[in-house]
């Protein structure tokens, strides 16, 4: 049976301008509604300095130059793999031990204000990784994100499953200059009113913007506007830190606890308990809990 709905008929607007919030004039009620109403995405600019930049891009550097086979798992490059390009976008995964900074930057006093009004006060971190695309390095297949990127195979997901309360949000913070020569991200503005993975009948790339900016600026967009890197037909690297934020109750992509060192664990912040997921107990072995009453309006009192 076909589930495919039918496309929203809106063709590519003339240059679409990405809102732009800094901590000064944050406004959580207008950054939500952006998020599910209007283009989909928002900028942040001035949560990191110039120093903190540099250090996470050092350290990215590095790893990935580690990595010059291009070993690491990654996403949506089933053309860059067969024509034998995949090694020239880099993953760097487990990224909280390998920087505190990482640490700093996951958890930003305003990316936690805007995570809280936007997936619920108890959201969590699904992954952070970043992404580095070097010279004639490839695009991506537009996608869109966890947990609905397999939406191409509708019938694995629940019925009038929809977009109007969002179960994914998405920061990728600059470490380079986002320019169309370089492949910012590509986005069609206003996709994720209507949850549907795009194909080629939608014309992604007739239609799309671009996610434009300078090294330090975040853009936080829903996971269910159709998206894609570009291709970086310039002569230097695009990296950034993409970092993925859920509501408590999904399942996250990247087991980040079990990564960890243990004394990271022990000794992470009341933030990042929250966001590793340490705060919801669940799955849990419920034949071997502590006995008496867990859930219920009284059972969160006495918490």
């Known amino acids: 049976m076909n589930t495919r709905t039918q496309a929203v008929p809106f063709e590519r607007p003339h240059t679409v301008a990405i809102p732009v919030y800094t901590p000064d004039n944050l406004d959580t009620d207008a950054i939500v509604r952006e998020l599910l109403d209007g283009v989909g995405a928002v900028t942040l600019r001035g949560l990191f300095t110039p120093a903190e930049i540099a250090e996470a891009r050092q350290i990215v550097m590095r790893e990935s130059d580690e990595d ?137 790339f007739d239609r799309c913007e671009r996610m434009l900016g300078e090294p330090g600026d975040t853009i936080v967009f829903f996971g269910a506007v159709w998206h894609c890197a570009m291709p970086n037909r310039s002569s230097v690297d695009r990296s950034a830190i993409i970092t993925q934020y859920l509501p408590k109750f999904v399942k996250p992509m990247e087991n980040m606890p079990a990564a960890l060192p243990a004394e990271f664990v022990r000794q992470a912040s009341a933030d990042l308990r929250q966001l590793l997921g340490l705060n919801y107990p669940y799955p849990e072995i419920l034949d071997s809990a502590r006995g008496g009453n867990a859930e219920g309006r009284d059972a969160m009192k006495a918490r």
């Open 68 to 204: 010059a086979a291009g070993g690491k798992v990654t996403h949506f490059q089933g053309d860059a793999e067969r024509s034998g390009r995949i090694a020239l976008q880099r993953r760097v995964w487990n990224l909280l031990a390998k920087g505190d900074i990482f640490s700093r930057m996951a958890a930003h006093p305003v990316l936690m204000t805007v995570m809280r009004a936007f997936i619920g006060s108890e959201f969590i971190m699904g992954s952070i990784a970043a992404n580095r695309i070097l010279p004639g390095g490839p695009g991506q297949e537009p996608h869109i994100d966890y947990p609905y990127w397999d939406f191409h195979s509708p019938s694995t997901h629940p019925a009038r499953i929809n977009a109007s309360f969002p179960l994914n949000a998405q920061a990728t913070i600059m470490l380079d200059p986002f320019t169309e020569e370089t492949g910012a991200t590509a986005y069609v503005p206003g996709s994720q009113r209507e949850l549907r993975y795009p194909d080629e009948s939608d014309r992604f």
